[in-house]
């Protein structure tokens, strides 16, 4: 088979090559520079070596915030605990300075892990506010623990021993380029694309085996390690720590860095950061009001440039690739092999046993039996209403049933919606659950996180086997973007697609996971002539293989089609099932469709 072609570009948010060339050398020569035009070389070397540690800081926020899509408000108090873990190391232990930011990070990273464990279920702002919560105990802690943190005077005396100010700068420097690296792999990595996938929605990540708490444990708690960081070596830059590190106004600088930089974009937070030190610099004879002037920043950033500096510039990339010439793209004969072996057909692939589910007074789903065998094309369908979707949203467990059971291959199936995948059973939801800001490539990556066997250590150090994986992602990826007539499209931002091909990027992506039970709720409906053909080959190839697909559609002549067995579902109960000759004369199908004469007049040709 001729190896699948996608066109190479990267739209990530990371700075162009060029600028970032010249922002290295600038700083990398800063100490020299200042040296030579200034008396006061230590004063413009501190001014840096801050700015790249509120840089660290707002990484950390950026993870959390743009990419985990976490609000968080306790990353100064972040700070501050990593400032504490620092001095407390070197002032009170005596021990080597550099040990004291390893020492920030493990108990900053503990107290993120902490704070997200007990707000698992929070949505968005209840868990901006129990962040604030946490940072206001932090401040009080911090404030009344005198003989660890020295109280509202904190701890002084706190140097990084042997190191003379430049060094500490390269030091500075070279962290800041570590965390922008270890965010760069993390997002880029499978991990990244979790996260972004939770972020967007929760149900579409279950439906891929991605486990939303698990995801945003590590993100959060990542962020926080960061954060720890940056306060380590606020205490070893400016010599003390007090509780105003945590001081909920300090996180005014980063937040105005987020969002003037970009907020979910790579190079943001450091671009963001470097202008809002640049203004502080600025308008030092008028520090009085720099607050004042901060918060309009953040404020005219937010009407005038909602996506920041880079989310700007990054989007205007997008806008080229998605604007670009149709070409006429002819889909790949074959599909790649990211499928499973079929098991056993003895037993039915996807099996519920007398299932009910009621909403209220509504009894949506009342009693269905239903049995999918493998190598088959199996169709649901019914009136508008009828209990469909509710139904297979039963057998996915997106709805905990009142009664009856759900056997996968024979086996129950477990109880959470994102542990049914790693059984081999995937959906696509009848309203659309695109990624709609990521690239279509990055959609069809996303479903295969399942398979994808690394730690996320091996994808932050991009270790051999990370590599290899990531690879062999991409190859499937391109198969199977190029088997749906997708693959000349991989690098376009998922929204910039047509209706159609949304839908058809949707069931890719479901196959990229793999799944040995694929569940589409009404994927045709809006496609076009050549589409519905596209998604038939799909449906076909997977029976084919000896695998299963469960097919919701109102296109009796699709479903007619294309399916071996048909289940018929009114009122929430099933009213015949069969082969497609047996249910097309069925009166009480017949019945079930009185009022859409055409579909009467359909059955009975
Ligand atoms: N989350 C919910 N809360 C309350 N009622 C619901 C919920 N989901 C579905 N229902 C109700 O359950 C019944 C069955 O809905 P369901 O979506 O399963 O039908 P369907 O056959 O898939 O319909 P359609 O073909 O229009 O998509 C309907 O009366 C619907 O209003």
Same mark, same amino acid.
């Given at each position: 088979?001729?190896?699948?072609? &996608?066109?190479?570009?990267?739209?990530?948010?990371?700075?162009?090559?060029?600028?970032?060339?010249?922002?290295?050398?600038?700083?990398?020569?800063?100490?020299?520079?200042?040296?030579?035009?200034?008396?006061?070389?230590?004063?413009?070397?501190? &001014? !840096?070596?801050?700015?790249?540690?509120?840089?660290? +800081?707002?990484?950390?926020?950026?993870?959390? *915030?743009?990419?985990?899509?976490?609000?968080?408000? *306790?990353?100064?108090?972040?700070?501050?605990? #990593?400032?504490?873990?620092?001095?407390?190391?070197?002032?009170?232990?005596?021990?080597?300075?550099?040990?004291?930011?390893?020492?920030?990070?493990?108990?900053?990273?503990?107290?993120?892990?902490?704070? +997200?464990?007990?707000?698992?279920?929070?949505?968005?702002?209840?868990?901006?506010?129990?962040?604030?919560?946490?940072?206001?105990?932090?401040?009080?802690?911090?404030?009344?623990?005198?003989?660890?943190?020295?109280? =509202?005077?904190?701890?002084?005396?706190?140097?990084?021993? @042997?190191?003379?100010?430049?060094?500490?700068?390269?030091?500075?420097?070279?962290?800041?380029?570590?965390?922008?690296?270890?965010?760069?792999?993390?997002?880029?990595? $499978?991990? %990244?694309?979790?996260?972004?996938?939770?972020?967007?929605?929760?149900?579409?990540?279950?439906?891929?085996?991605?486990?939303?708490?698990?995801?945003?444990?590590?993100?959060?708690?990542?962020?926080?390690?960061?954060?720890?960081?940056?306060?380590?070596?606020?205490?070893?830059?400016?010599?003390?720590?007090?509780?105003?590190?945590?001081? /909920?106004?300090?996180?005014?600088?980063?937040?105005?860095?987020?969002?003037?930089?970009?907020?979910?974009?790579?190079?943001?937070?450091?671009?963001?950061?470097?202008?809002?030190?640049?203004?502080?610099?600025?308008?030092?004879?008028?520090?009085?009001?720099?607050?004042? &002037?901060?918060?309009?920043?953040?404020?005219?950033?937010?009407?005038?440039?909602?996506? %920041? !500096?880079?989310?700007?510039?990054?989007?205007?990339?997008?806008?080229?690739?998605?604007?670009?010439?149709?070409?006429?793209?002819?889909?790949?004969?074959?599909?790649?092999?990211?499928?499973?072996?079929?098991?056993?057909?003895?037993?039915?692939?996807?099996? $519920?046993?007398?299932?009910?589910?009621?909403?209220? %007074?509504?009894?949506?789903?009342?009693?269905?039996?239903?049995?999918?065998?493998?190598?088959?094309?199996?169709?649901? &369908?019914?009136?508008?209403?009828?209990?469909?979707?509710?139904?297979?949203?039963?057998?996915?467990?997106?709805?905990?049933?009142?009664?009856?059971?759900?056997?996968?291959?024979?086996?129950?199936?477990?109880?959470?919606?994102?542990?049914?995948?790693?059984?081999?059973?995937?959906?696509?939801?009848?309203?659309?659950?695109?990624?709609?800001?990521?690239? !279509?490539?990055?959609?069809?990556?996303? %479903?295969?996180?399942?398979?994808?066997?690394? #730690?996320?250590?091996?994808?932050?150090?991009?270790?051999?086997?990370?590599?290899?994986?990531?690879?062999?992602?991409?190859?499937?990826?391109?198969?199977?973007?190029?088997?749906?007539?997708?693959?000349?499209?991989?690098?376009?931002?998922?929204?910039?697609?047509?209706?159609?091909?949304?839908?058809?990027?949707?069931?890719?992506?479901?196959?990229?996971?793999?799944?040995?039970?694929?569940?589409?709720?009404?994927?045709?409906?809006?496609?076009?002539?050549?589409?519905?053909?596209?998604?038939?080959?799909?449906?076909?190839?997977?029976?084919?293989?000896? /695998?299963?697909?469960?097919?919701?559609?109102?296109?009796?002549?699709?479903?007619? #089609?294309?399916?071996?067995?048909?289940?018929?579902?009114?009122? #929430?109960? =099933?009213?015949?099932?069969?082969?497609?000759?047996?249910?097309? @004369?069925?009166?009480?199908?017949?019945?079930?469709?009185?009022?859409?004469?055409?579909?009467?007049?359909?059955?009975?040709?």
């Amino acid at each position: 088979m001729a190896r699948a072609r &996608i066109p190479a570009a990267r739209i990530g948010g990371a700075l162009p090559p060029v600028l970032t060339a010249i922002a290295a050398a600038v700083l990398l020569a800063w100490p020299a520079i200042t040296d030579f035009y200034s008396y006061n070389a230590n004063y413009y070397n501190g &001014i !840096v070596a801050a700015a790249a540690i509120s840089a660290i +800081l707002t990484i950390a926020l950026n993870l959390s *915030m743009g990419y985990g899509g976490m609000l968080s408000m *306790m990353h100064t108090g972040l700070q501050l605990l #990593g400032g504490y873990a620092t001095a407390a190391l070197v002032v009170k232990a005596g021990l080597p300075w550099y040990l004291g930011p390893v020492c920030s990070i493990a108990v900053a990273a503990a107290a993120s892990a902490l704070v +997200l464990a007990v707000s698992l279920r929070a949505a968005y702002l209840y868990f901006g506010m129990i962040t604030m919560a946490a940072n206001l105990i932090v401040l009080e802690v911090g404030r009344d623990w005198d003989g660890l943190t020295g109280g =509202v005077n904190g701890l002084t005396g706190v140097a990084p021993g @042997g190191l003379s100010k430049v060094a500490f700068y390269y030091v500075v420097l070279a962290l800041l380029v570590l965390a922008y690296v270890f965010q760069r792999n993390l997002v880029r990595s $499978g991990y %990244g694309r979790a996260s972004l996938a939770v972020r967007e929605s929760e149900d579409a990540a279950s439906a891929m085996g991605i486990r939303p708490t698990t995801t945003k444990l590590l993100v959060f708690t990542v962020s926080g390690a960061v954060a720890g960081l940056s306060g380590g070596l606020y205490a070893l830059q400016l010599g003390f720590v007090n509780p105003d590190v945590g001081l /909920l106004d300090n996180g005014l600088v980063f937040f105005v860095g987020l969002f003037v930089g970009g907020i979910g974009t790579l190079a943001g937070p450091v671009l963001g950061v470097a202008l809002v030190a640049v203004l502080v610099e600025l308008i030092k004879d008028y520090a009085r009001y720099t607050t004042l &002037i901060l918060g309009l920043a953040l404020l005219a950033a937010m009407i005038l440039l909602p996506r %920041g !500096v880079v989310g700007t510039w990054r989007a205007g990339r997008f806008g080229r690739v998605d604007d670009a010439d149709d070409e006429p793209e002819s889909p790949a004969e074959e599909l790649p092999a990211v499928l499973p072996e079929p098991a056993a057909p003895d037993v039915p692939a996807l099996e $519920g046993r007398g299932l009910v589910k009621h909403f209220g %007074g509504v009894r949506a789903v009342d009693g269905v039996d239903i049995a999918v065998r493998a190598g088959t094309v199996h169709g649901i &369908i019914g009136p508008n209403g009828s209990g469909k979707s509710t139904t297979v949203s039963c057998l996915t467990r997106f709805h905990q049933v009142d009664a009856g059971e759900v056997l996968v291959f024979g086996d129950p199936a477990p109880a959470r919606p994102w542990a049914v995948p790693s059984l081999g059973v995937t959906r696509v939801f009848q309203v659309p659950h695109l990624f709609e800001q990521q690239s !279509v490539l990055d959609n069809v990556l996303t %479903g295969m996180r399942r398979r994808e066997h690394y #730690g996320w250590p091996a994808a932050v150090l991009r270790l051999p086997a990370y590599r290899r994986r990531d690879r062999e992602s991409r190859a499937e990826a391109a198969g199977l973007l190029a088997f749906a007539g997708l693959a000349q499209r991989a690098h376009r931002r998922a929204g910039s697609l047509s209706h159609g091909q949304k839908r058809l990027l949707e069931v890719v992506r479901a196959v990229a996971s793999g799944p040995r039970v694929l569940i589409l709720d009404e994927p045709a409906t809006g496609l076009t002539g050549s589409e519905i053909e596209a998604l038939a080959r799909l449906c076909r190839a997977f029976r084919d293989r000896g /695998l299963a697909v469960v097919l919701i559609e109102h296109n009796v002549e699709f479903v007619m #089609g294309i399916c071996d067995a048909i289940t018929v579902i009114d009122g #929430g109960r =099933v009213i015949a099932a069969g082969a497609p000759d047996e249910v097309r @004369g069925d009166p009480a199908v017949l019945e079930a469709y009185l009022g859409h004469p055409e579909l009467v007049e359909e059955a009975a040709e």
